[in-house]
């Protein structure tokens, strides 16, 4: 079983930039299999970043980053330069050897 718990979200406006993190419980031995997705108002769940092989979305390449520390089972997601259309949930992903969980999600909203 793994629990991920998001933090981080809020309001922010255009140009700011924002840190996700997320705390990974139970045995999931490294962080590789986790990353990063939203879902927009009215919009389908999409990959923003994943750690493994550093792929991230055309839409958010040059402006977010993810990150982790295997010691603390945490990734994080550094967005800078957010824009309206980022506004989203944003979920964060663990797919690997003990199965896929998801967190409930944290809110990113970017307007002026």
């Known amino acids: 079983q793994v629990r991920l718990v998001e933090s981080g979200g809020g309001l922010v406006q255009p140009g700011g930039s924002l840190r996700l993190s997320c705390a990974a419980s139970?045995?999931?031995?490294?962080?590789?299999?986790m990353g990063w997705y939203r879902q927009g108002p009215g919009k389908l769940r999409e990959l923003v970043a994943r750690?493994?092989?550093?792929v991230y979305a055309d839409s958010v390449k040059g402006r977010f980053t993810i990150s982790g520390d295997n010691a603390k089972n945490t990734v994080y997601l550094q967005m800078n330069s957010l824009k309206p259309e980022d506004t989203a949930i944003y979920y964060c992903?663990?797919?690997?050897?003990?199965?896929?969980?998801w967190g409930q999600g944290t809110q990113v909203t970017v307007s002026s």
């Open positions: 750690i493994t092989g550093g």
């Open positions: 139970g045995t999931i031995s490294k962080i590789n299999a």
């Open positions: 992903n663990y797919n690997g050897f003990l199965g896929n969980y």
